[in-house]
Each structure stands twice: as C-alpha cells, then as structure tokens.
C-alpha cells in the first residue's frame, strides 16, 4: 500500500506572530519555519504503517515556496521514502488557498495512486481546517477528519474522531483521506544519521503549471489587523479578595 | 440573496444555541433556510422554525444522514446549493467535516470559522492561532461559510417558520458509522456555558482533576482542559480549549494550573472575566487575566469552593 502525506510548511509554533503595519499581512521574513505540526503527526503514523508492514512506501507532498524543500527533507529523515515539491509560489507571503492544493493534490494523485492520504487536520498559520477535506471531495473518496486512532483492514480503515461531543468511530473504504488530530501519536525526532541519509532520498520538483493548475486566490485579503488586545488586571492577595471581586462584577 | 443555513442536529435533536447563533450572523444576508437533516430531523425542524429569523425550514430525513457522515451530507446540501448565495453553518466539528467538502463539490473557496460578517461577500477570520484578524473578499459566485458561534449572539425566539421535506439524494455508500463514545453529563455545554473552569497540567493527575470539576459543579459550570491535560489523559478530548480544541467566551473563565500558551488563549480570550491562579507569578495567563491570584491550587481552589 502507497501512502501520501502533504505537508506544509509554516511559521513555527513557538514564533510569536506580528502583523506587517501596512496590514497586508503577517510578518514572515525571517522568521522560523516549520513543518505544520499536525502534518509531523501525519508522516509519524504513515511510517508506523511502514513499520508495521502494512504500507510498502510513504511519499510527502508540498506546494508551495521552494524553501517548502526543508520540510520535505524533514519528513525524509522522518522515514519518508521519497519526496515531491510543487512550486506554486514566489514568496512565503504568497500561501496557496486549500481548494488550489487539493486541486494540485488531486493531480499528483492521479499520478501516484496512493490507496490512502494522510494529512493534517489544520494548518497552524490559517486555520482553514479544509484541504484534506476537499481534496477527497474533489477525488469522491471517502474522508475521515480528526482522528485520533486510525486501524487500516485490507480494503478499509476503522477511524477514531475527534467530534466536540467526544469520540466517533466510523469505518471508510480504502482509497480514503485521513485527517490526524493531536493524540493520534508523537512524532519521532530525526536522528542525525537519518537527516544524513535523507540528503540521498529522492526529491522531485515541479510546478503548479505542470499540472495546469490555476492557484489563483478565491479570496481577496483586504486586511491583516492585530486583535483587540487584553489588558492585564490585577492580582489579588487571597481567595477572600477574589470572591469579593468576582461577587462585586456579579458573575458568582 | 438568500441563505442556506446547516442546523446542529445531533441524534434528531437540534442543538438550539450554536444554530441560533450562526441564524442570527446570517440573516443580515438575505432570507435564512435552515436545512436540519438526520436519520430524524422532523423535531429539530419543528425546534429550528422558531428561531426569530428563520424563514423557511427544510427537513431531509435518510437513514444514510445518521451521525452526520461528510460524504452523504455533502451530497445533501450541494443537491439544494443552487437556489442559495451563501451557503453557512455554525463551525462545529461536524459542519468542519462538511462545509470544505461541500464547497469542493462547489468548486468555491470555504470561508472557516468567521468571526465577523462585514457584507456578502466580506468576512474577518482569525488566523495564526488568533494573533491576527483577516480581512477577506470572496470572488466566488457563492459563499461557503462556517461561523465561530462564540463571536455571535443567538437569535430570540420568533416564528414559527413553514416546515417543508426534501429529497435525499441518499448514500454515496463510502462510509458507515461504527460508534460513538459521548460521555453523558449534567454540566451545561461547553460553548455555551456563562461559566467554564479549566484545568491544565499543573493540576496534576486524573484523579485530582475531580477538583476542577468540583469547583466548576459549585459554579453551575462546564469543565475545561489544555491540551497538556488532555494529552496526559486527566481530561476527556471534548473538553480541550484552544487553537485546535473548542473556542469558548463565557462570562467568566477561571484557568487553573494552566500556563496561557498561545494556542491556549486561542480559546477564551474573548472571555468576558478570565481568573487565573497558579503558582508561578510569571505565568503568561496573568497578562491576560482579569484577577490572578498566585496560588498552589491544591490550597487554593478547595477554599475557593468553600467560600463560594
Ligand atoms: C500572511 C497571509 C497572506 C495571505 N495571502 C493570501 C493571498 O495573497 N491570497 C490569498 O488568496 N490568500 C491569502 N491568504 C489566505 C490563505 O491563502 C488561505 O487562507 C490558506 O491557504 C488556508 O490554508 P491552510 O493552510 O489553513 O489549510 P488547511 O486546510 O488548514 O491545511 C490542512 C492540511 O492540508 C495540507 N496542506 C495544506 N496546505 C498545503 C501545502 N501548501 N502543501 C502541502 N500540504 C498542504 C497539510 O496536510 C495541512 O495540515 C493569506 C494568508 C496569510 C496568513
Ligand atoms: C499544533 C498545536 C496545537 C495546540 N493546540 C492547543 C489547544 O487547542 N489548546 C491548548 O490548551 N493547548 C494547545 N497546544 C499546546 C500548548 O502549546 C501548550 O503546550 C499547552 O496549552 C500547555 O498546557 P498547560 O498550560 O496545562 O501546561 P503547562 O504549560 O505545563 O502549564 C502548567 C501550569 O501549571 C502551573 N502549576 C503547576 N502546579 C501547580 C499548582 N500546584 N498550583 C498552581 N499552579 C500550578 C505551572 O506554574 C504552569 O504555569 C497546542 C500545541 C500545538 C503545537
């Protein structure tokens, strides 16, 4: 079985994010990028598979800038097999809109055929929480979001979610998109030696043109602004002080 | 205009507060049409037709649209997509499994979690884990969109609107529901709670997360995690706040043992009163808390719910 993992390439968590002052848009020069950390979680659990015997390879996407190349190389030394760039902006700044990478997506699947997709529930920069989602309806294959446990059978796989009621167990028929949620495992650090050897891996480029697709925004960015900001309060001395002030402000 | 508005419907019944909520940042669009669909929907219908601003109601009721499946429910909307400009629900889990997908089959854009509605075409989201506010126009001829309930109020009571069925288009047959494990609760929910105490890692164990819930059954509360306690399995999945978890604005949200990373704050910062108490003075929770108190929470939160 072929499992492909998108990845993206994203400010790193840790980052504190500032926004450009002519409110175009978020800072990102030169600051930290990373691998979206959800899509860790999705390259861990397509190496399990690996492991576990039940996958043969494990190939990571990216769209994107051409930087998106250390990501790839992360997901290599992770234990990916191989590894595909699709160039489709010019700069960071530039971030392809969900319908546009599972557009590209799907073409690269026509090519690949992989029998499952592993993604990230969401991108920690957007937050659209839709490619994988959008992808499989582009593909008219089955989706299972937010999972927390995934168990592939032969020509199905048996999903836990994560739904805002607690857990829902669904069964999809394989080929499928999976998207991980956070406790689906933790992901592996890459050992020197593997970041070495995934120097060697293969990784192929290409363009959003060589697929003739068209990534231009549906979505007009009009303006980035910083939130309203909080004001810190006070700290009270004690507990009787706070019941005071919480009894003052009528919410107790 | 008009709008095509995705009831909650969760086993028949509608889930009256995030559907009210998202009627209401809806209707300045255009006439609303909420669809309830399930394998019972007549209640939820019945239930939908009276929120103040309801137009019409639609009622799809198949076997095949139990549990809220993406691909039957997908199918379902995109079947009634042509008479709608906009196309929304309230972002819950199962609108987030759906909307996308919907609007793939569209071939538009999905707007995510808005949090302003600022005309038909123009939304403000948060992004970066709510450190910035966008600005976006959509160019596509409909609109896709899933709303942030905590950023609107809900609709009053009003109609009742006219109920109609619809055809289902029935069931893609690519999926099946196997279970699922809801864990039954007194407490109110927890989006739409007025109070909500949360508990991170620094309470310390499973056992002694009873604490919190204690403090939160004083309070009339529902009950909160980080991701930290909810990862160290104190905490069910459904209880974590945040960038990632549930986005929460109560009246009052008490944080304790909880540090305030960002994609913490992701979740309750539009709070109305946020009380923190923890014993590190440099915690971050402080710089956005309305009254800390430095505090093992072992000493504090027992008195507290003494003197409550
Ligand atoms: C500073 C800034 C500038 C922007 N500028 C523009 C602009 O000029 N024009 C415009 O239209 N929009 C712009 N946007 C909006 C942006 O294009 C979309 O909102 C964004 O693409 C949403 O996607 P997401 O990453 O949140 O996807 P999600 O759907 O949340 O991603 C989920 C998963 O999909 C996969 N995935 C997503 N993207 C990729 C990828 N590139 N490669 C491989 N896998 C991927 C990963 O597995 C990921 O975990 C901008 C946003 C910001 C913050
Ligand atoms: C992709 C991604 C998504 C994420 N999404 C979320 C999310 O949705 N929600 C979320 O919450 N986090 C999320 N996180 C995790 C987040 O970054 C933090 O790691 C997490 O919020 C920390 O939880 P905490 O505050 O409980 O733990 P810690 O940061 O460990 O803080 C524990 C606090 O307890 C205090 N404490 C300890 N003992 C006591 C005591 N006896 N009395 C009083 N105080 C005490 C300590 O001083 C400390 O401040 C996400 C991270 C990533 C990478």
Known sequence: MKVLVPVKRVIDYNVKVRVKADGSGVDLANVKMSMNPFDEIAVEEAIRLK???TADEVVAVSIGVKQAQETLRTALAMGADRA?????????????????????LKAVIDEEQPNLVLAGKQAIDNDMNATGQMLSALLGWSQATFASKLEVNGDNAVVTREVDG????????????VTVDLRLNQPRY???PNIMKAKKKPLGEKTAADYGVDVSPRLEVVKTAEPEARQAGEIVPDVDTLVAKLKERGVV | MAVLLLGEVNDGELALDPTAKAVNAAKALGEVTVLCAGASAAAAGAAAAKIEGVAKV????????????AEPTAAMIVSLAGDYSHIMAPATSDAKNVMPRVAALLDVMVISDVSGVVDADTFERPIYAGNAIQTVRSKDAKKVVTLRTSAFKAAGKGG??????????????????????VAESDRPELTSAGVVVSGGRGVGSQGDFALIEKLADKLGAAVGASRAAVDAGFAPN???VGQTGKVVAPELYVAVGISGAIQHLAGMKDSKIIVAINKDPDAPIFQIADYGLVADLFQAVPELIEKL
Do not use: C, N, Y
């Not at chain 1, 595909?84 to 590209?104: F, N, S």
């Not at chain 1, 857990?167 to 394989?174: M, N, S």
């Open chain 1, 166 to 177: 607690g857990l829902q167990t669904i069964k999809v028929k394989l080929p499928a998109i």
């Open chain 2, 58 to 69: 639609l009622v799809a009721e198949h076997p095949a649209l139990s549990h809220r499946l």
């Open chain 1, 190 to 192: 890459a050992s020197l």
């Open chain 2, 160 to 181: 009742p609107a006219k109920v109609e069925t619809v055809d289902v288009p029935g069931d893609p047959g690519l999926s099946e529901w196997v279970e699922d494990k």
């Open chain 2, 238 to 240: 459904d209880w974590q």
């Open chain 1, 51 to 53: 492991e576990a015997g």
């Open chain 1, 84 to 104: 595909i760039l699709i160039v489709a902006a010019a700069d960071a700044h530039q971030d392809i809109e969900p319908l546009a990478v599972a557009k590209i």
